[in-house]
């Protein structure tokens, strides 16, 4: 007996720059890119999606902390979808570091 294959084809586009891609994967996932209009990596939405991706700045101290910086090395701490049914957050952690030499 022959069994038809399925295809998880998913269509993804950015509503900030003009990128589309295809994705095959059967599994849930979320697809990222490195968006020209704000110089870091942001979210795509399924294509036909009406939403809005906004870059949210860091307003606190940066100090000694390894953050995500824009291409034009503004301190960016996370990614909002803002969608008709709901919201989003791809938050940008800072990096920890530890010193063994202590």
């Given at each position: ?48 999606t ?7 700045e ?8 390894d ?36």
């Amino acid at each position: 007996m022959n069994l038809p294959l399925l295809s998880a084809e998913k269509r993804w586009s950015c509503p900030n720059c003009p990128l589309e891609e295809v994705t095959r994967e059967a599994q849930p996932h979320t697809r990222f890119h490195h968006c020209p209009k704000f110089g870091i990596t942001a979210p795509m939405v399924e294509a036909g999606t009406r939403c809005k991706v906004e870059a949210v700045e860091r307003e606190d101290y940066v100090g000694t902390e390894d953050v995500r910086l824009s291409d034009d090395g503004r301190p960016i701490m996370s990614m909002v979808t803002t969608r008709e049914d709901g919201t989003d957050c791809a938050v940008f952690a800072p990096t920890a570091h530890l010193n063994l030499r202590s």
